[in-house]
T-cell receptor, first 114, second 116 residues
Framework: GAGVSQTPSNKVTEKGKYVELRCDPI?????LYWYRQSLGQGPEFLIY????????DSGLPNDRFFAVRPEGSVSTLKIQRTERGDSAVYLC????????????FGSGTRLTVV | AQKVTQAQTEISVVEKEDVTLDCVYE???????LFWYKQPPSGELVFLIR??????QNEISGRYSWNFQKSTSSFNFTITASQVVDSAVYFC?????????????FGDGTTLTVKP
């Protein structure tokens, strides 16, 4: 597609439920990133994919968070047993396979855990 | 560990004033990349510019200019003759130049308000 697409744009869920957030990157971008942004803060790194594999998942806060990218394109961020502290905007970005390239971000998914 | 500090939380200027957004970074890498992103009220982060650690040449693009100084670990961003449409949150970011170092470290942003 022309840009990075994230769905849903908003998600409200009850504490303890499971959620999936989807990211469709720019066609041909091999690198895909998930970040989390809380109010008044900069994006916080979660995980980075190079192709189908997770090259760096050091930012995932705990084992309730998991992400996949099975065909090297669309990625899904999965959160189990959601907690109120998981509420944030989850941002996906993609870039060409060079470390000096800037990211193209999606519009984000605003997750609210009630 | 890498760190990016944007000491200015909020800046308010009147249209046509010049404004400089400060960014100070910390890294032990000899090769790294610095970025500026803009997040307008609509929410989507937009990439503005990148700078390599081995290129200290400053850059001007229209009303925007960037001043990179390795000696002070700073990468400041100046908007000349500001406009209301420049109102946004601006983020500075740092990425390692090591192989497979994909992640970037972001500052907490500076909220710029340009009043008419």
């Amino acid at each position: 597609g022309a840009g990075v697409s994230q769905t849903p744009s908003n998600k409200v869920t009850e504490k303890g439920k499971y959620v999936e957030l989807r990211c469709d990157p720019i066609s041909g971008h091999t690198a895909l990133y998930w970040y989390r942004q809380s109010l008044g803060q900069g994006p916080e790194f979660l995980i980075y994919f190079q192709g189908t594999g997770a090259a760096d998942d050091s930012g995932l806060p705990n084992d309730r968070f998991f992400a996949v990218r099975p065909e090297g394109s669309v990625s899904t961020l999965k959160i189990q047993r959601t907690e109120r502290g998981d509420s944030a905007v989850y941002l996906c970005a993609s870039s060409a396979n060079r470390e000096d390239y800037g990211y193209t971000f999606g519009s984000g998914t605003r997750l609210t855990v009630v | 560990a890498q760190k990016v500090t944007q000491a200015q939380t909020e800046i308010s200027v009147v249209e046509k004033e010049d404004v400089t957004l400060d960014c100070v970074y910390e890294t032990r890498d000899t090769t790294y990349y610095l970025f500026w992103y803009k997040q307008p009220p609509s929410g989507e982060l937009v990439f503005l510019i990148r700078r390599n650690s081995f290129d200290e040449q400053n850059e001007i693009s229209g009303r925007y200019s960037w001043n990179f100084q390795k000696s002070t670990s700073s990468f400041n961003f100046t908007i000349t003759a500001s406009q209301v449409v420049d109102s946004a949150v601006y983020f500075c970011a740092l990425r390692s130049g090591n192989t497979n170092a994909g992640k970037s470290t972001f500052g907490d942003g500076t909220t710029l308000t340009v009043k008419p």
